[in-house]
């Protein structure tokens, strides 16, 4: 059984911080892709940050780039994104997600099958 739970969210203004964490159960995290997505509302389901095998690779969108970072903690089976220099348009609900690796860009949330219950952000401006 995969769960995964995540924390951190919050309202920040504008150029503030957060840390989001989620703490997933699993039998392995080898292969497989864990991953931070967000939704806004009236939008799709976007792929944030990707990290494949503890930080082997990492995947970013280009919106985050220099802003975010996805990282691992193994022997805690939890998986962080730091956000610094928020914006509003970083308004959502963010969500952990976890799958094997397959073809094709890391960041398709359509690939994604387990998923957990989602922390919202909201960035003021």
């Known amino acids: 059984l995969v769960q995964l739970t995540e924390s951190g969210g919050g309202s920040v203004q504008a150029g503030g911080s957060l840390r989001l964490s989620c703490t997933f159960s699993l039998d392995t995290y080898k292969g497989k892709y864990l991953g931070w997505f967000r939704q806004a509302p009236g939008k799709e389901r976007e792929g944030v940050a990707i990290i494949y095998d503890a930080g082997v690779s990492t995947y970013y969108d280009d919106s985050v780039k220099g802003r975010f970072t996805i990282s691992q903690d193994s022997a805690e089976n939890t998986v962080y994104l730091q956000m610094n220099n928020l914006k509003p348009e970083d308004t959502a609900m963010y969500y952990c997600?976890?799958?094997?690796?397959?073809?094709?860009?890391?960041?398709?949330?359509?690939?994604?099958?387990?998923w957990g219950q989602g922390t919202q952000v909201f960035v003021s401006s």
């Open positions: 997600a976890v799958t094997p690796v397959f073809r094709g860009s890391p960041r398709d949330a359509t690939k994604y099958h387990d």
